[in-house]
């Protein structure tokens, strides 16, 4: 295929993409302008094709986080995955052939600026339409204009400064013209929001769509343009972008410098404003955290409801309170929830059985809070230095790990989002498998240790790590006698923004700006109490052994960006996280380790084992432009350190 240049992607005539329901606007070899806007429906398809250059964030393959840091790690060589993502984990991110291209559309990556041209062709001509009405027009012109600033965004967060693509310009244009700079990151910034701030200021974009009607689900909406403001401008204020002197004297080929060198702490006050109208707006239109309604199929008591209120929140089907933006077109499908699953019971082998190979890391089974909702090694009724010794479960512990077994201390007495998000050996996994009526025949549990029915089977279909992501997996996905998973997974749509990370983005903004407070820490509480944990300050006052530890801005940040971590775990989040805070080379300079799977006792399968030792340098927090990129527009220049 040819490769997709700068030049090209302001030009007015290209290749319309389709994904699934985002059909081609034209018949083969009639690719005209006025074709497509000569009426509603050829019109609504370009609509739709604007719509399909959003990322695919429900699939393990397409989604940039999910594989992308530390959260999940697979086995070398890895099998049935894509690398293109998990590459950039390994530490061999080029700008030769760079992985996650979303620049101009390679390796994992698609084509965003071409996302952008047809934005702006949509722009340019809908008003030619006649058989609209004019309300129906200013909709569409308000839902491309957010899409238009989303994919301005995700470039933004990735290679920092970007050509801003206000328009198209003409076929006719000069070479000269063509050879497009970057421009300043505030000047990014600004020009992102002002298109959100048009797309909400438009009366005609709806608060909400039609959740019986297929053609509005997954459509743009006023509360998904406030949430993606507030998140535009956390990231506009956070470390990486604001006064980071790693970038000091980064200018263009004309000497305009694109990153303002100080700090600016306005940016945090803006922040912080942004997410509480964003807050305040979507409850307003009946947005909260949201709870378990319970299913009449499910017996459960507090323990268990507890669990499934956290998964729920996730993977409930319709009508989810949390979900802001609800992406349809990347719904969390057979694929993602079986290479989640262990195999839990006989007949799984077969192909259509559950494959597990998400693998969440050992780091991120220590990242959950103890029971009291403090870091393990900050509680001081929690044995920390005991962690990898054996315990037998008790009775008190009979809904968390099987009665009577053995497993190490480090899965016992944590928090509830622990035990609803991640799967162990020995742990319990309610539900999913052949029979949900009954509480008794859901209590299933993982056997993990080698020659067992969840360990490894073969070349393939086994965690490295020893650990499976519980949280992904529909509550009402199961898993038949026979094995089989395809033909009864219940399948939902990604959640791209939830109400539980705009509060967290504001309690991090606040904290910023003031410092604490009970304000600050208001809504951070808030997920806790959802979550099942004490408040951040009750938790540290009676359990830790810093009480009032969160009274100081550093200490806070900490708390809040562990609680981001947790919260928003194995959804994507804390690849960008760690980036926009200036972590990643912390973070992502640690050994990746697992249990050792190879082992039948439990004293030999709990050894931490090492898989990988990680490696981040300092010019992986923005993306390599592509070399051809560079050498077809003089104007470019290439991100430090590539």
Not at 270 to 276: F, G, I, L, P
Request: glycine letters at 6%.
């Amino acid at each position: 295929m040819k490769k997709i240049n700068i030049i090209l992607l302001i030009t007015l005539i290209g290749t319309f993409m389709s994904c699934k329901k985002f059909l081609d606007v034209v018949p083969d070899n009639v690719a005209t302008i006025d074709y497509a806007f000569n009426l509603r429906s050829s019109a609504e398809k370009y609509l739709f094709t604007c719509y399909s250059y959003m990322p695919a964030n429900g699939h393990f393959n397409t989604n940039t986080g999910f594989s992308a840091a530390d959260e999940i790690w697979y086995p070398n060589p890895p099998m049935d995955v894509s690398t293109n993502f998990y590459s950039i984990a390994l530490g061999l991110q080029n700008s030769d052939n760079p992985f996650g291209n979303y620049w101009s559309g390679s390796r994992g990556g698609k084509p965003l600026f071409r996302g952008i041209r047809d934005c702006n062709i949509f722009l340019d001509n809908i008003n030619k339409v006649e058989e609209m009405n004019t309300w129906e027009k200013e909709r569409w012109i308000a839902e491309v204009k957010f899409l238009k600033a989303y994919y301005h965004f995700y470039l933004l967060r990735m290679y920092g400064p970007i050509p801003l693509m206000k328009e198209n310009l003409p076929i006719a244009s000069s070479p000269e013209q063509v050879q497009v700079r970057r421009a300043p990151l505030d000047s990014c910034v600004n020009y992102i929001v002002q298109l959100l701030d048009e797309s909400f200021d438009n009366p005609n974009l709806p608060e909400s769509v039609a959740s019986t009607e297929v053609s509005e689900l997954g459509r743009i909406t006023k509360p998904i343009v406030k949430a993606l403001k507030a998140k535009v401008l956390v990231t506009a204020a956070s470390p990486l972008f604001n006064g980071n002197p790693e970038y000091a004297g980064f200018s263009d080929k004309q000497g305009v410098p694109l990153f303002t060198p100080a700090y600016d702490a306005t940016k945090w006050q803006r922040a912080a404003d942004a997410c509480k109208e964003a807050i305040d707006y979507c409850h307003a239109q009946g947005y909260r955290l949201s709870t378990f309604p319970g299913l009449a199929t499910y017996v459960i008591n507090d323990t268990i409801r507890k669990q499934l209120e956290i998964r729920t929140a996730i993977t409930q089907r319709e009508a989810n309170p949390e979900v802001i933006w609800a992406n349809t077109n990347s719904r969390a499908d057979v694929n993602m929830q079986r290479w989640s699953m262990p195999i839990i019971a006989g007949g799984a082998t077969s192909g259509s059985g559950p494959k597990g190979i998400l693998a969440p890391t050992l780091k991120m089974a220590e990242m959950f809070y103890t029971e009291h909702g403090l870091p393990i090694n900050s509680d001081k009724t929690w044995d920390y230095a005991g962690r990898y010794e054996l315990k037998v479960a008790a009775d008190k512990d009979r809904f968390y790990v099987k009665l009577d077994s053995n497993t190490v201390k480090l899965h016992f007495d944590r928090e509830p989002r622990f035990y609803a998000s991640i799967g162990f050996d020995r742990g319990i996994w309610f539900g999913n498998w052949v029979n949900n009526n009954d509480i008794t025949k859901n209590l299933n549990f993982v056997q993990a240790r080698a020659s067992e029915i969840s360990a490894r089977q073969g070349i393939s279909n086994f965690s490295i790590t020893g650990y499976w992501i519980k949280k992904l997996v529909n509550i009402e996905t199961f898993c038949a006698a026979d094995g089989n998973i395809t033909s009864n997974t219940v399948t939902y749509p990604w959640p791209e923004l939830r109400l539980s990370d705009l509060y967290l983005l504001y309690a991090e903004a606040l904290n910023e700006v003031n410092g604490y407070s009970p304000a600050t820490t208001a809504y951070l509480n808030l997920v806790r109490e959802r979550a099942g944990v004490l408040s951040v300050e009750e938790a540290w006052d009676r359990f830790s052994t810093q009480p009032g530890y969160y009274n100081d801005k550093t200490n806070l940040r900490k708390i809040i960006h562990q609680e981001r971590s947790i919260e928003l775990a194995f959804e994507g989040q804390r690849f960008w996280d760690l980036r926009r805070w200036k972590e990643a080379h912390k973070d992502l300079n640690q050994p990746v380790k697992g249990w050792d799977i190879t082992q039948k006792s439990a004293n030999s399968f709990y050894r931490s084992v090492l898989l990988y030792n990680q490696y981040f340098t300092m010019k992986e927090y923005l993306w390599p432009i592509e070399l051809g990129e560079m050498q077809i527009n003089k104007n470019l220049v290439q991100n430090p350190g590539w």
